[in-house]
């Protein structure tokens, strides 16, 4: 199957899913989930942009870039709360 075939507005939302779920899992409140995928969502997209050359990244690393770029502190809240 060719990265122009795929569902992308299916794929999205699945893969926000997966990357909400990650990121409970690492530790941050739903709230602050929610608010980091949102943040990012143009980011998320373009990991997943059917113009990309590139492999599409796993929702558990996205997760994990998103804590390790500082947007969630330990207390499970983002910088911005």
Do not use: C, H
């Not at 779920?21 to 373009?46: C, F, P, R, S, Y």
């Amino acid at each position: 199957m060719l990265r122009k075939d795929v569902n992308f507005e299916k794929i999205e939302e699945d893969f926000k899913s997966d990357i909400y779920t990650m990121m409970i899992a690492l530790g941050a409140t739903e709230n602050v989930a929610i608010q980091v995928i949102e943040d990012n969502k143009a980011k998320i997209k373009g990991w997943i942009e059917p113009k990309g050359t590139g492999t599409i990244i796993p929702a558990a690393r996205v997760a994990r870039m998103l804590i390790d770029d500082g947007e969630i502190l330990k207390n499970g809240k983002t910088k911005k709360q």
